[in-house]
């Protein structure tokens, strides 16, 4: 089992940056991938980035390359996403999500969801 929380959401304007956090309890978090999804209202679960358990890959969405960065720090049971240059359509609450496969970017594959930080960018 895996319990995840995350933090560090807010409203900020647009340009601007913001780093999320979501905390893992258990002691296997190393081996699980983790990801982000985000969902924004009136709109479906979209993906947004993942990890590999060991930090060695990364798969990112199109509409966050070269603006988000995903980190995880398996001693502190934890994993960032760093958004940069955030816009408008950024908005969403953001989930994060643990998975015991690869790091891939469909919802399924993760057993386990945090509750969602709301990500709010005004313009």
């Known amino acids: 089992q895996v319990q995840l929380v995350e933090s560090g959401g807010g409203l900020v304007q647009a340009g601007g940056s913001l780093r999320l956090s979501c905390a893992a309890s258990?002691?296997?978090?190393?081996?699980?991938?983790m990801a982000w999804f985000r969902q924004a209202p009136g709109k479906e679960r979209e993906f947004v980035v993942a990890?590999?358990?060991?930090?060695?890959?990364?798969v990112y969405a199109d509409s966050v390359k070269g603006r988000f960065t995903i980190s995880r720090d398996n001693a502190k049971n934890t994993v960032y996403l760093q958004m940069n240059s955030l816009k408008p359509e950024d908005t969403a609450v953001y989930y994060c999500a643990a998975s015991a496969g690869l790091p891939g970017n469909r919802g399924t594959e993760y057993a386990y969801w945090g509750q969602g930080t709301q990500v709010t960018v005004s313009s």
């Open positions: 990890i590999s358990w060991i930090g060695g890959s990364t």
């Open positions: 258990g002691r296997t978090f190393s081996r699980y991938a």
